[in-house]
T-cell receptor, first 114, second 113 residues
Framework: EAQVTQNPRYLITVTGKKLTVTCSQNMNHEYMSWYRQDPGLGLRQIYYSMNVEVTDKGDVPEGYKVSRKEKRNFPLILESPSPNQTSLYFC?????????????FGDGTRLSIL | QKEVEQNSGPLSVPEGAIASLNCTYSDRGSQSFFWYRQYSGKSPELIMSIYSNGDKEDGRFTAQLNKASQYVSLLIRDSQPSDSATYLCAVKEGGGGADGLTFGKGTHLIIQP
């Protein structure tokens, strides 16, 4: 089954404790992306990757890191999480960045930073 | 900064009626347009895509695009309670650009039984 898998689905942690949210897709997609979704602010892109070893900042990259060492994986790293990073996070992938390629979303990760 | 505007709602529609959802966008270079449905706490699910001016129909859903007016809409015919959700309009610059989707904040649709 074609899917984007995120882990964990839920996490409660404390300020400053490094965490990683994993994202894996089994569709051989080149393009992967991370979004956060907050009430009243909608979905905002954090980082994206056009292919292996190619990553770039989205609209709200501060406080986040990503890596793309393999095509299927695109982890999101919070080196020193803060309460303002409490949010619902989605990973997404698509075959290519050209016209007409909608993104497929993972089920989401709800992070609470205390 | 690219912007995608939607009325946040809630938009309340009686069961069986037509629900009309609207979206405007700021970037004239946008080439691809998508409607996603999102149930509370769930991930966005693609329901319609449209790339050229005019109407595109898929079952009970019709997407309408007017690039001159920078306007895209979604019509849901014979609305069902299961259509109650938040609908996200998403816009993408075409031509192989590095940009991802720019999302509107969504319209909360309520179908009243």
């Amino acid at each position: 089954e074609a899917q984007v898998t995120q882990n964990p689905r839920y996490l409660i942690t404390v300020t400053g404790k490094k965490l990683t949210v994993t994202c894996s897709q089994n569709m051989n997609h080149e393009y992967m992306s991370w979004y956060r979704q907050d009430p009243g602010l909608g979905l905002r892109q954090i980082y994206y990757s056009m292919n292996v070893e190619v990553t770039d900042k989205g609209d709200v990259p501060e406080g986040y890191k990503v890596s793309r060492k393999e095509k299927r994986n695109f982890p999101l790293i919070l080196e020193s999480p803060s309460p303002n990073q409490t949010s619902l996070y989605f990973c997404a992938s698509s075959p290519q960045t050209g016209e007409g390629q909608p993104q497929h979303f993972g089920d989401g990760t709800r992070l609470s930073i205390l | 900064q690219k912007e995608v505007e939607q009325n946040s709602g809630p938009l309340s529609v009686p069961e069986g009626a037509i629900a009309s959802l609207n979206c405007t966008y700021s970037d004239r270079g946008s080439q691809s347009f998508f409607w996603y449905r999102q149930y509370s706490g769930k991930s966005p699910e693609l329901i319609m895509s449209i790339y050229s001016n005019g109407d595109k129909e898929d079952g009970r859903f019709t997407a309408q695009l007017n690039k001159a007016s920078q306007y895209v809409s979604l019509l849901i015919r014979d609305s069902q309670p299961s259509d109650s959700a938040t609908y996200l309009c998403a816009v993408k610059e075409g031509g192989g650009g590095a940009d991802g989707l720019t999302f509107g904040k969504g319209t909360h649709l309520i179908i009243q039984p």
